[in-house]
């Protein structure tokens, strides 16, 4: 069975929706023309809140294969909550995937791990897929427990969740120190941690839903490192950053991941 890569575009808190509209189209046409293979990896965008209905409408209207989601969501379904969305509002709006624990979140917001685990139940029964982020920090790299932490972020979210469940889950291993410096793990490093989480996974569900699970690479990923951190057995596709932002740097990592489908 294979495990087809995914490229995800964290956009954060840039591009109103004539920017996002804008965007999309030149992608379209950038991989139209490169003649891209969206059987071999998928490509989602994750808009602001406020461009996610003119995302909607292009790729509807133009039968794009490109996918879209969240960037985040509410543990809560409706009510007196502002500045909330909830789940059911992305799903509304056509959205496939939903970022959830990004470290941004976790520090700015906070959020914390009982409210990630929410979250990730959030989407799941709002039938998406939610893309848990986890990764150390630089202290605790230093202290050589990088990989033991990661697991044990994933861990704390899937002991709960049925084999459905987890068949739908999707990590994006993102070392902390890692996201917006330009300092990017090596190779080796991401490899081990996807390596680390897939056993885990392995150890609680089995080799059939370990073997699925797509685990994503974050932080400071381009055109330049994309193609030695695919070589990684376990390593099927990005959590894009600041390189999603440039529709040209952005396809071409999208066209190294096509050539990169793993199976199991």
């Known amino acids: 069975m294979a495990r087809i890569p995914l490229v995800a575009g964290n956009w954060k808190m840039n591009f109103d929706h004539l920017e996002a509209t ?10 139209r023309d490169a003649r891209f293979d969206f059987r071999r990896c998928e490509v989602a965008l ?11 409408v292009l790729v509807e209207a133009d039968d794009l294969r490109i996918r ?25 709006l056509g959205c496939r995937y939903v970022i959830v624990g990004h470290s941004e979140r976790r520090k700015y917001h906070p959020e914390d791990d009982a409210n990630i685990v929410d979250q990730v139940r959030a ?3 709002a039938g998406m897929q939610p893309i848990l982020c986890v990764g150390e920090s630089f202290e605790e790299r230093r202290q050589g427990i990088e990989l033991e932490f990661a697991v044990g972020q994933v861990h704390d979210v899937t002991r709960d969740l049925s084999d ?14 890692a996201i917006g410096t330009g300092m990017v793990a090596t190779p080796d490093s991401a490899q081990q941690a996807a390596r680390a989480i897939r056993e885990a996974v392995h150890a609680q569900f089995g080799p059939r839903m370990a073997g699925a699970m797509r685990i994503l690479y974050g932080g400071s990923v381009n055109s330049r490192n994309a193609q030695q951190l695919l070589r990684g057995a376990d390593v099927d596709g990005f959590l894009v950053g600041g390189a999603s932002l440039d529709v040209d740097e952005f396809a071409k990592i999208c066209r190294l991941a096509e050539k990169t489908v793993k199976t199991f």
Do not use: C
């Not at 739908?168 to 902390?176: C, D, H, M, N, T």
């Open 22 to 31: 804008y965007f999309v189209q030149r992608l379209a046409w950038t991989l």
């Open 46 to 56: 994750m808009p602001a809140f406020t461009a996610l209905r003119s995302v909607q």
């Open 68 to 92: 879209y989601g969240a960037q985040s969501v509410s543990v809560t379904s409706q009510g007196a909550f502002t500045g909330d969305v909830s789940a059911d509002m992305l799903s509304k």
């Open 123 to 125: 989407v799941l029964a």
């Open 164 to 177: 459905e469940d987890v068949a739908r889950l999707i990590v994006a291993y993102e070392p902390v120190w």
